[in-house]
């Protein structure tokens, strides 16, 4: 659907310009064409036919982390990060799609084995120091034009994916009489296994049956790419495999995820044979943090005198209004302390892959993160998403400091 169709939404920015203070992009250039205020104006002068499409709109269009922070502050509430999805699936159907994102889109991320195989490659390539050469000769542009740089962000890429320990299928429990289905995110199977191991521990620990789903990615990058119909077909796959009586409920430790398969019931119209099942996959879905506060109770021995803190990920504290159950959980770690972070929701500069083609704005983004992080003089940050993980990692490492970063399923019983 055209941009245009949101003309009303966009002509209600008012031009107040409060957004400014909750963006971390304006924070970081000042850019006008960087806040939401800036980006409804270049909607709608596109909309008035006052500007053409043109690769020139790439960067007003995709510099945007899609934080949804703007949202939180405007008046109008305008969904900018929704409409500027609109205006990217309009500019790929008129500029046209990167040939790697329709190769990842369409050959590996409907595949769990070619993702793992992807993923199997991209590990030796980076362990063996290739990856690093090539990204350094300029081989790898074609993954974003800041991979030379971006490439260090991952410290060691496992070589196995958790569904190779864990195969998809149905494993028994020691708890309660409850059927958990587990969607395995792509960044938990290929990256933070640590945090899905935890997790798969927690759900057996507390439910009569656990099934591995064989699932695809969620959809969620492919939608932020503006690739709406890629989403579309990568959820089509997922919700034979999880709609129906077989669960109680489905539960991921990604909150990326657990906010898109959420929203699964809008990217489908009334009259699609999917829509119901979306709804009804939609209505059981579960972050992981959702589910522990209402099933477990911290046991963790581990954290006695230790400081935590925690960091929002967008698509928990915006996408799913998650923002008490987490804290809650970690308050009640036996002899912990819990300490708030000030900007806990601030973006971290994750937003999936976007250092690959925007590290200079990540990086700026994330520092301020690691500043507000170090006047909490906390030993742990929990987190529950793997590309937040991933990033506040790097930014341990890239600001010296002596914190672990964990996502929520490690802390709250070891
Ligand atoms: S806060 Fe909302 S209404 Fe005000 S300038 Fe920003 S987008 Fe427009
Ligand atoms: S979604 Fe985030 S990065 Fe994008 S305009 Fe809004 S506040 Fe700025």
Redesign the pocket.
Known sequence: MSISAYYDAIAQCNKCGF?QV?????RSTGNES???RG?LAILRALIEDRLQWSRELEDPLYD????????SNCFPAIP??DL?IKARSEYLDTIGRKSIHRLLFDKILPYPKRLHLAARAVALGKNSGVSKLAGALGLLRIFGHDFARAERIIDRFPVHPLRKSFRPGVYQGQGRNLRVAYFVGCGVDTISQSAGEATLSLLMRFSSAVHILDNNCCGLPAWSYGDIAASRKLAERNLPLMDGDRFDVIVTDCSSCAAFIKKYPLLFTDNDSCTERARDVASKTRDVSEWLAAEAVPSSAALKGKRVTFHDPCHASRGQKIVKQPRDLLKQIPGAEFVEMPEADW?CGGAGAYALSHFDLAMQVLDRKMENLGKTKADILVTTCPACITQLSFGVRRHGMDVKVKHLTEVIQS
Do not use: D, K
């Open positions: 957004c909750a963006c971390p992009i304006f960087g806040v939401a980006r945007c982390l899609l934080c949804g922070a703007c949202t900018t990060s500027l973006c």
